[in-house]
């Protein structure tokens, strides 16, 4: 069994060392030294110092779920909370779908919440168009690409 696997079993998340070296340089060296019961402990506790370091910052916990895990990392969503882009792109290309949990956030910008209306929901997203239509480029796109159409409410009349 590869150190990886066993590493992600003890941990419960996929673990790739070799990712988590841009954490912790010293992982390598460490790596190295599993062969002894202090070896193993060491590599135990600086992997899970670089898991923590990932979990700190929206962008890492985002490249890791989205890379590596390839998948939904829950225990570190709070940390996406953070950050209305990295909940907009965790919803779009890691949970592939809605996440109503973040969705408060992400329409707290008209950027995000048009992007998710149009990207994610695919449809109108009636509790953000205040946020949107205050912004007039995002209200144009928003009339464009979400409604396909006039937008009166907005002041979106025509569409060029």
Known sequence: MLIDDVL????????DLT??????????????????????????????DAIDSVKRSPTHVYNYASTVIDGR?????ETLKKDPFYCLLYSYH????????AEEIIRRKAH?????AH???DGRWPEAEEIIKADPSKAYAYAKN???GRWPEAGILDLF
């Open 94 to 101: 890691v949970i592939k779908g809605r996440w109503p949990e």
């Open 73 to 77: 990392w829950p225990e570190a969503e």
């Open 146 to 148: 979400v409604i396909k």
């Open 112 to 116: 995000t919440a048009y992007l998710y």
């Open 8 to 15: 992600s079993s003890h941990f419960g998340v996929k673990v």
């Open 119 to 121: 990207h994610v929901i």
């Open 19 to 48: 990712y988590l070296q841009m954490f912790d340089a010293d992982l390598q060296h460490v790596k190295d030294a599993i062969y002894t019961e202090d070896g193993l402990k060491k590599l135990i506790r600086k992997v899970q």
